[in-house]
Nanobody, 118 residues
Framework: QVQLVESGGGSVQAGGSLRLSCAASGRTFSTLAMGWFRQAPGKEREFVAAVGGSGTGYKLYYADSVQGRFAISRYNALNTVYLQMNSLKPEDTAVYYC?????????WGKGTLVTVSS
């Protein structure tokens, strides 16, 4: 089983930056597809960014709302995926969840809160 732990959330002003981290358990991290989702109060959970596993060549995907501002990356040696968030906007305020997918199974972290004030 895969366990995921997010960190790096906090409160920043609009225009600021923040980097989220997600540490995963296991010895086959490189084969996992990793992603970030977020859920704002009163809204549905939405996709933010993802990076494929080794079998996909670590292909990158981004939601239109964060394209050009956010960047997902992974450091396999530390079983960690990152989400670099720049030019943050108040509408980015949400609980951010780390996810993993392999062999048809999905795993989720507990989330980390990001608050962006104007």
């Amino acid at each position: 089983q895969v366990q995921l732990v997010e960190s790096g959330g906090g409160s920043v002003q609009a225009g600021g930056s923040l980097r989220l981290s997600c540490a995963a358990s296991g010895r086959t991290f490189s084969t996992l597809a990793m992603g970030w989702f977020r859920q704002a109060p009163g809204k549905e959970r939405e996709f933010v960014a993802a990076v494929g596993g080794s079998g996909t060549g670590y292909k990158l995907y981004y939601a239109d709302s964060v394209q050009g501002r956010f960047a997902i990356s992974r450091y396999n040696a530390l079983n960690t995926v990152y989400l670099q968030m720049n030019s943050l906007k108040p509408e980015d305020t949400a609980v951010y969840y780390c996810s993993a997918r392999r062999n048809g199974m999905d795993y989720w972290g507990k989330g980390t809160l990001v608050t962006v004030s104007s």
